[in-house]
């Protein structure tokens, strides 16, 4: 998990190199964002296209067709207490590397037919 306290280019290719390399298999993978200009460099976009990945964005400030995104971080800020003020990066840091993880390894999904994220990621075919 990396968390920065700017959107810039090179936080968001370490994120995305952190989650090429976890991933089984990118080929196939639907990536969508906003229209940030992160998102949108050539070097970022590169590498989405070099991994195989389906690069997907929003029209211009439009969220609802993000809706999925927005759900899971609107769990992760409600459900596991993201949306608190924290006292230091450390501590933001620590409390979403956790927040993710338990939504991951622990949360039941209804859609996941009651399975988590890390199950179903774990057992494809």
Known sequence: MILSNRLELNGCIRSLQKAIYQAKVTKGVIHHSDRGIQYCSNQYTQIL???????SMTEEKHCYENTMAERVNGILKHQ??????????THAKKATKNAIKLYNSKRLHLSLD???SNYLHQNAP
């Not at 296209?49 to 690069?55: C, D, F, L, S, T």
């Open 49 to 55: 296209r070099r991994k195989k990945m389906e690069i």
């Open 80 to 89: 596991f207490y993201l949306d608190q003020t924290f006292t230091n990066v």
């Open 114 to 116: 009651y399975k988590t």
